[in-house]
């Protein structure tokens, strides 16, 4: 089984930042893409941000220049610097993780986390 927690939601003003966490743990032979994904109140749950286990990134065009993804494949941990938030950025933020895991190597299953809530006030 692997786990994933995410870490660093809180309440910021608009124009503030957050850094978000999140450590996949268990038994992991190797992850590929990982992600965060956010749902707001009555909206659907949308993707954030993307980085591929070389590292190259991809952003919905609403946080392009403000938000950053990051990871370090060592802690098998995925980062999303969060900056010039707005009060629309409100919503829960969840981690995503395109795992093989070391019994079921040739498969790779999506896991996720529990999400943490990121509250932007104006």
């Known amino acids: 089984q692997v786990q994933l927690v995410e870490s660093g939601g809180g309440l910021v003003q608009a124009g503030g930042s957050l850094r978000l966490s999140c450590a996949a743990s268990?038994?992991?032979?190797?992850?590929?893409?990982m992600g965060w994904y956010r749902q707001a109140p009555g909206k659907q749950r949308e993707l954030v941000a993307v980085i591929t286990r070389a590292g190259s990134p991809n952003y919905v065009d609403s946080v392009k220049g403000r938000f950053a993804i990051s990871r370090d494949n060592a802690k098998n941990t995925v980062y999303l610097q969060m900056n010039s938030l707005k009060p629309e950025d409100t919503a829960v933020y969840y981690c995503?993780?395109?795992?093989?895991?070391?019994?079921?190597?040739?498969?790779?299953?999506?896991?996720w986390g529990r999400g943490t809530q990121v509250t932007v006030s104006s």
């Open positions: 268990g038994s992991i032979f190797s992850i590929n893409d």
């Open positions: 995503n993780a395109k795992v093989r895991e070391v019994a079921r190597m040739f498969t790779e299953y999506d896991y």
